[in-house]
């Protein structure tokens, strides 16, 4: 592929200033949301765009619940969890047997992939899955089922706030302490893993101007020396013997500070804001998150101009407001340049957005919330799939997050190969075609059910349209329609008529089973077809 296509827009962070249409609403939801339903954006619709981006980004909605116990414990299990009860959660109960937290892993995965399917109107499910890639962890290394649980929700729970406070609150977090051995960072023997993350990855990132030594991963690893976890309670505490309470220097890259070592059990969050603060006091951290936010809702060529025509700037913004996540959102996402028409169709959906994405548009029905393991099921079928299409939630590949969005000079075309293009192809046909069973239940796209709210599907030009205008971020051209529709919708006839009789013929007599399963045929053909097009891979 050629990787010097499309170029990066070159409009500026002033505020769009054009007809705020559906085609710019349809942009804008595509980004915030994964995949959006005709629910959705009849909801937004007539209202303007700061309406609309103040109710993305202040969500209303309360955090979800937690995930609830859809397993059973095989009679071997050494230590079963019989107190949690079926359909309870398990999310307060420190039980550490492997196989107990395996199925809790598994559990907490189904329920993720839930609260996606069935998020709120607001950017706060895709900021989660933002700090997720940002702050990477890997459920299978964390192991503890309550820790990972504890540290997803302390993601989402601060995915719009202040980012210096949720980089501290990972810092300390149980998980964080387990998967870059934070637990284990002693004075006898001091681990550079998360002191050397939290500057190259959290942080400064790894950008020419990003200065930090290897003299400084050693001390910022002293000063967060003495965390421990504790699993009974599910959380971490400070161990003051295990501190290393001896001052720490640091670089020119940090003006050569010096963090005072301290003593007692305050120290270790006292170095700690010491070293925050020291870092946060470089330009690079909001360079370096603003880059993220751009490659996560724009595109990830950040070329001269973009650089300083929108980093800066946003960088600017983020410091003047303290790091709160919010001001930079709300410029970057009512800019001119975040609907210039080279910022629309150029991102490669994630394996996440695909199947997320298809669900919701699709206005795939699931199960009432009481019949959870039906549910738990679904979810982890959709689990099993994005997973196959590598982007296995819970479990990046590492600490870097996924490739797509780091990786020069690819980026999103990684989501792209000659394995998981046929299996998205495939996973797109099986929905439309056969659905996935369970239990006598079954997920499936009701074509029939879902044309029907289009406005009018007796007309093949009107369906096409709205199809593609519902599915795609890109339109098809008129002669690509016209084809389409005579190919498929017409049966390879001339005259609009031939359909327009069986469609309403349908809706008049539907007891013409012949006619009724033509009609729902063609449909499925239609939009089938259209999902394997290259188009349909854009957002």
Not at 53 to 62: G, M
Not at 185 to 199: H, I, K
Not at 380 to 409: E, F, H, R, T
Not at 434 to 460: H, T
Request: aromatic share 12%; glycine share 4%.
């Amino acid at each position: 592929m050629d990787h010097s296509f499309p170029l990066p827009p070159l409009s500026g962070l002033s505020s769009f200033s054009g007809n705020f249409t559906d085609h710019e609403l349809r942009h804008l939801l595509k980004r915030t949301l994964f995949g959006f339903s005709a629910k959705d954006l009849n909801h937004f619709k007539g209202k303007t765009l700061q309406q609309t981006i103040d109710e993305l980004l202040n969500p209303t909605a309360p955090l979800p619940s937690p995930p609830i116990k859809d397993y059973t414990p095989a009679a071997t299990v050494l230590n079963p969890d019989t107190n949690i009860l079926l359909g309870s959660t398990w999310v307060n109960d420190p039980n550490n047997d492997g196989s107990i937290a395996s199925s809790r892993r598994a559990s907490f995965k189904k329920w993720w992939m839930g609260i996606l399917i069935n998020q709120d109107r607001s950017i706060r499910e895709k900021m989660t899955l933002f700090w997720h890639n940002h702050f990477a962890t890997e459920t299978t290394d964390i192991g503890n089922a309550q820790f990972i649980y504890k540290h997803h929700q302390l993601l989402r729970a601060n995915a719009l706030g202040n980012f210096k406070n949720l980089t501290k609150l990972v810092t300390l977090d149980p998980a964080m302490l387990v998967y870059l051995n934070g637990q284990l960072n002693s004075r006898t023997a001091p681990d550079e893993n998360y002191g050397r993350e939290l500057q190259e990855l959290f942080c400064c990132g790894k950008s020419a101007d990003s200065r930090f030594t290897e003299d400084d991963v050693k001390a910022a690893s002293r000063v967060l020396t003495g965390w421990r976890n504790n699993a009974n309670t599910i959380s971490s505490y400070f161990d003051a013997s295990r501190h290393d309470a001896n001052s720490k220097t640091f670089s020119a890259f940090y003006n050569n500070t010096v963090i005072a070592g301290r003593t007692g059990i305050t120290a270790g969050e006292l170095e700690l804001d010491d070293l925050l603060n020291m870092i946060f006091a470089t330009e690079e951290v909001a360079k370096y998150i603003c880059r993220r936010l751009y490659r996560w809702f724009v595109y990830y060529d950040i070329d001269a101009s973009v650089e300083t025509n929108i980093i800066t700037p946003l960088a600017n913004i983020f410091r003047a407001a303290n790091y709160e996540i919010k001001p930079v959102l709300e410029v970057l996402l009512k800019s001119e340049h975040f609907f210039d028409q080279m910022s629309k169709a150029c991102q490669i959906k994630s394996p996440v957005d695909f199947v997320v994405g298809l669900c919701r548009e699709f206005d795939i029905v699931f199960q009432p919330e009481s019949d959870y393991i039906v549910n738990y099921a679904f979810y982890n079928y959709l689990v099993g799939w994005v997973s196959n299409m590598q982007q296995n939630i819970g479990d990046p590949p590492d600490v870097s997050g996924w490739k797509a969005y780091y990786q020069a000079p690819q980026f999103y075309q990684i989501w792209i190969n000659s394995d998981t293009l046929p299996k998205r192809n495939q996973f797109t046909d099986t929905m439309v075609v056969n659905g996935y069973s369970f239990s006598g239940k079954k997920i499936q796209i009701d074509g029939l059910e879902y044309v029907k709210k289009l406005s009018n599907p007796s007309d093949p030009n009107l369906l096409v349209n709205d199809l593609v205008g519902m599915v795609f971020r890109i339109d098809l051209s008129a002669s690509s329609k016209a084809q389409i529709k005579k190919d498929i919708l017409l049966s390879g006839q001339a005259n609009d008529f031939y359909w327009t009789d069986a469609w309403n013929l349908s809706v008049s007599t539907p007891g013409n089973t012949a006619n009724l399963t033509t009609v729902r045929n063609k449909i499925r053909d239609l939009i089938k077809y259209l999902m394997n097009l290259a188009e349909y891979q854009l957002a």
